[in-house]
């Protein structure tokens, strides 16, 4: 365990960067200790050789972004790395900035779907990509490590950016294989990073748009709304009569839907509409999509039926990215709507897959809930059961036996996940199958195992 007088932890970086309380968990100084020690790391791995380092660096509108943006602007700039200030822009834009514009390092403050007083810290590197976790340890192992920073004309210089936003609204553009034309749309940008360039992007693209959760005013994101509170988007598409519902969390890297009569469309969902049609335009390599073990077993016996192949990983879009540049995959993502679509991104983006899902809606002619029944979602139900030994759930000869009978039950039609929660001393237990009652009642039966067995 690591003690840095801020976060006590076995690893300081998580799966998306480092998220805590603002002024708590993430201070400023730990934000400045980052910086500099993501410089010198950079530096020594040889990313700076040969020219002056840049770095651009985003965040979303949380009230403490502000404080935290000037934390890591001057420890880079202290480090010698000149700083393009983007002010709030989603996730998914200070990436395709950093590739765009030739960024040795990409910072995004967001601390994603959370609610206010949190944020994070999430680190790009050159292209646009996550940094790797060897280089996010050796960063860790370098803060608050003294240093002689450089002097004179070798400190970084700091500007602000003009047309960045336009870019990358125009990059967004480019990618659709036609207009929006006759599409009305609500989208709820749930008072984040997204409010300006979603509804704006889809305006331009030919809809006709609604937009809700679109006033940030730095303490109100998530709150109550977006894509984990889809309850006002699923009013406001019925009260405007709107075609498409779409909603995204705090920095804009995740989209969910609603159809016209207000149902939710998740982001299994949103990935058979989308893979059929990549595939039916000859732009699905190998076939293949690739998704987490959490993607619900509809989405898998959807893609078995349309004869695409479905490539699994653990959870965490990271993973999923990393899956996809490994097999030559260009389109996969996570249930929580983090969809990644390679060919045009370097990481789940909320927008430009809010875009491709109405462009699909206008090209089919047809409506999104008649879209989404490529695909019946299975029911699931997830039981944490927290204060037990997760590291036990695996070799546990109860629990296994447990799990052997539930899925000898299930055979074809259901399916059993036992994940070991990656920060809590909790265990995930998720059922699937063909009825709710019956994925409840066996969800709980292994929930109790787990309690007594653990």
Known sequence: ?????VLTVSRLFGTDGIRGVANRDLTARLALDLSVAAARVLGEVGAFEGHRPVAVVGRDPRASGEFLEAAVVAGLASAGVDVL????????????????????LGVMLSASHNPA??????????????LADQIEDQIEAHLGEDWAGPTGSRVGRVREAQGEVESYIAHLLSTLPGSLDGVRVVVDCAHGAASGVSPEAMRRAGASVVAIGASPDGLNINDGCGSTHLESLQRAVIEHGADVGIAHDGDADRCLAVTASGEAIDGDQIMAILAVELRESGRLPHDTVVATVMSNLGFKLAMREEGLNVVETTVGDRY???????????????????????????????????????????????????LAKVMTRLPQVLINVKNVDKSRAKTSPELSAAVEAVEAELGESGRVLIRPSGTEPMVRVMVEATHEEQARALAERLAEVVRTAL
């Open 1 to 5: 365990m690591r003690d840095r007088g």
């Open 117 to 130: 007083p949190d944020n994070g810290i999430k680190f790009f590197g050159r292209g646009g990509h996550k």
């Open 85 to 104: 200030r983007l002010g709030v822009l989603p996730t998914p834009a200070v990436a395709y900035l950093t590739q765009s514009l030739g960024a040795d």
């Open 320 to 370: 999923v990215l990393e899956a996809m540049k490994a097999g030559g995959y260009s389109f996969g993502g996570e249930q929580s709507g983090h969809v990644i679509m390679l060919d045009h991104a370097t990481t789940g983006d909320g927008v430009l897959t809010g875009l491709h899902l109405l462009a699909t809606v206008a090209g089919r002619g047809r409506p999104l809930d008649e």
